[in-house]
């Protein structure tokens, strides 16, 4: 597996994928199909030293997205998220942490990264508990959604965490491009 920065020529995939249905109903937020508009967020994004985004590759096939965000280098701390865009490959999606969680303790050296998750994700909620992640609570009625309110939970890996577990999951090394 591969992660290769986010470049322009990634934006209209990246938008197909972020408008289907798998994946906008657990985002916090619905954007219509605009190429305008995802290239001014990839703008904003690129001059924004405190977020990271890659492409994740399998095969050579362009499957998701992950990113590091609001990295704060004197708390030691940065929140994470990531979809798998491709229906095809959702199963990879439950491996994508430990590449990540490899990738952002050894490269900027965190002492914590977060991770939101809306209530009705069972699915990745589970696999934030199944690498290690500590469900620290819930912000009740956090995001209005499709004509209601939906509660997100919060999933924390401390550093020392994973050092400990880490070991079950060391094959999942990818190379991140810098």
């Excluded at 690129?46 to 965000?69: A, F, H, M």
């Excluded at 990531?82 to 002492?111: C, Q, R, T, W």
Aim: glycine share 6%; with cysteine; net charge neutral.
């Amino acid at each position: 597996m591969r992660f290769v920065r986010l470049k322009e020529e990634h934006l209209e995939q990246v938008l197909k994928w972020r408008t289907s249905e798998h994946v906008t109903r657990f985002m916090y937020t619905d954007v219509g199909y605009n190429l305008e508009r995802q290239m001014q967020w990839y703008q904003q994004i690129s001059n924004d030293s405190t977020c990271r985004y890659w492409i994740i590759y399998t095969k050579e096939q362009p499957i998701g997205l992950v990113s590091i965000n609001d990295l704060d280098e004197r708390n030691s701390r940065a929140t994470w998220a990531y979809y798998i865009g491709d229906i095809n490959f959702s199963m990879v999606g439950a491996m994508i942490g430990p590449y990540l969680y490899n990738y952002a303790f050894e490269k900027y050296k965190l002492h914590k990264l977060n991770g939101e998750v809306m209530a009705e994700n069972i699915n990745v909620r589970k696999i934030h508990q199944m690498h290690g992640s500590r469900e620290v609570g819930f912000y009740k009625d956090h995001v209005f959604k499709n004509g209601q309110y939906h509660d997100v939970y919060i999933y924390e890996m401390l550093s020392e965490a994973w050092d400990k577990i880490k070991g079950k999951f060391k094959k999942y090394a990818g190379v991140f491009e810098e």
